[in-house]
């Protein structure tokens, strides 16, 4: 699956307009950006273009407004903030309908070098439909499209697989590339010994990539509230932790399959437990940590205990790649973010190639302050899971083959 597509690298795009489209899907507190991280990702690209005198049209999609103008999900703070990171002003095309009087008439007025943001795409019904009058709109304003949104790769809209299949040129950007290099790789082509580590709550949102991954890696870990329907389908007590009992029999198939097929298969040996879940989920919580086998039945388990720990940063220890996804434990609890931190530092001290995939985990990362210390760390959390299953993204597959 390593993806030759024609890059921003590939394309000369001087006096051009360009379509790129971002992924600005920014936290938002009263009008403020929370969280920059996407907007400060899609620099490389967006300067990129500027340098070799493309007229710039910036897109994306903010929250989900469901097909009409919602003004707490208008993009105009974020083209304030883009104007203060770029040095230069990304003027903002204010229409309801996305491709409207405002944004025509400024990218007629265009400059080689400049720069404006449309609309949220999701203003418009068609955007998650994939419809063509939107496809229709975002191609007239352009004549190469840029897409450097990962985080919308898994799904096919208008703003990311419509308007490609209606220009002549629809590369990818710095950060989608970084993405298709690190995770593609990871997948197909890994440096081994390959560990993959799984975790977070539900087992039914990861049974392919857990399938998958098993055909792929040399050990696979399994933390999280995930690990608990591994452990009862075992035999073991897990009291009240979260379990999916409707997948008992998926997880002992999966249990023998990396037995056939020689694979590590690391589930917790031990758990750090409580009485009851934390409300607020910071509040002050009484851990007590219990053997595997040895779980009282009124406890439930938040956390991997000190003895997984180690064995899962051992087992990190002589991995040449690492993927890893979702959280060891209820990491917002920082009583029960032991098992996460301790992951992530073992991660932190490995030479190995490590690929964080998005979502909780990205956040549990750079929360903690190893971010720097990651090889690569995925902005998309549902597409990069979709990466891992081994499925075709269609943001990524719209691109032009070189």
Known sequence: MAL?????????????RVLCRCDFNVPLKEGKITDENRLVAALPTIKKLIADGGKVILCSHLGKPKGEPKPELSLAPVAARLTELLGQEVKFAADPEVVGPNAKAAVEAMKDGEVILLENTRYRVEETKNGEAFSKDLASLCDIFVNDAFGTAHRAHCSNVGVSELVDTAAVGYLMQKEIDFLGNAVENPVRPFVAILGGAKVADKLNVISNLLEKCDTLIIGGGMAYTFLKAQGNEIGKSLVDDSKLDYCKEMIAKAEKLGKKLLLPVDSATITDFPNPIDAPVEVEVYDSDKMPADREGC???????????DAVKSAKTVVWN?????????????????VAKALAETDATTIIGGGDSAAAVNQLGFGDKMSHISTGGGASLEFLEGKELPGVAAATNK
Do not use: C
């Open 4 to 16: 030759n597509k024609v890059s921003v690298d590939d394309i000369n795009v001087s006096g051009k």
């Open 303 to 313: 956390d991997i205990g000190p003895k997984t720990a180690e064995m899962f940063a």
């Open 326 to 342: 979702g959280p060891m434990g209820v990491f917002e609890n920082p009583t029960l973010a032991t098992g996460t931190i301790a």
